[in-house]
């Protein structure tokens, strides 16, 4: 795992210190099959080898994608419409019982990461409704639509850079599926963070994130990387609190993850 994050620091590095070798971008899609073409002799450059670019090569622009993106209402919502939208109760209620089935399994984490049952399985319940929902798009299609758009290629770019470095590497496949802005797994890591990030949880050797426990473990793993720091407090004005924009910078969502996880681990 250490060789692999130092392969990706490497291609992270070189992506975003040569900007002026950056493939252009456009805002639909009628230059996209002309910048597969120079984005991969960038990516090529950060170190993808031929598995990797051949399924670049095949990637399809994504125009759901990118409704999605530009249809992200209800990180404007106020906190009370956010929670009502996206079951706040709901998963309360759930996530209590899951805590209550498997503790061990949730005081695991916390003594490794440092990170508390209740911000997990709020996470959880929050991106994926527990796994019930992971996607329904090819997470290249996604990820490499959003690089080649103008709106924020800078922040996709290394994210491209790492599934197709997963790619390379039979991580993941070319046609694996995920949510609409190519997020991963149960609880939807972007690639670069899934390559990363990505922890082992259940212990049969590989880094799966369809798998509840390796989610759970790379999450955990996420943000003490991050700078959350075990024991104290994650509720607002608290340094662990800050550390939850870092998995999502909305601020609705980083309080409606501290209100459940306290609820749930209450």
Known sequence: ?????????????????????????????????????????????AGVSKRGLSALAQTSYSQGTINADRNQKSFKYSYEKFCQVRGCNTIVAQGKKRKAKNPSFYASLEKTYGVPAGVLIAIHGMETGFGRFMGDSIVLNATATLTYDCRRPDFFRPHLIGALAMIDRGMMSPNAIGAKHGELGHTQFLPGNAYTYGRDGNGDGRVDLNNMADALASTANYLRNKGWKPGQSYQPGSHNYNVLKQWNAASVYQKSLAVMGAQIDG
């Open 1 to 45: 795992m250490l060789a692999r994050k130092l392969v990706l620091s490497t291609f992270l590095a070189i992506g975003l210190a040569a900007p002026s070798f950056a493939a252009s971008c456009g805002n639909n899609s009628s230059g996209f099959e002309a910048w597969k073409q120079e984005f991969a002799k960038e990516a090529a450059r």
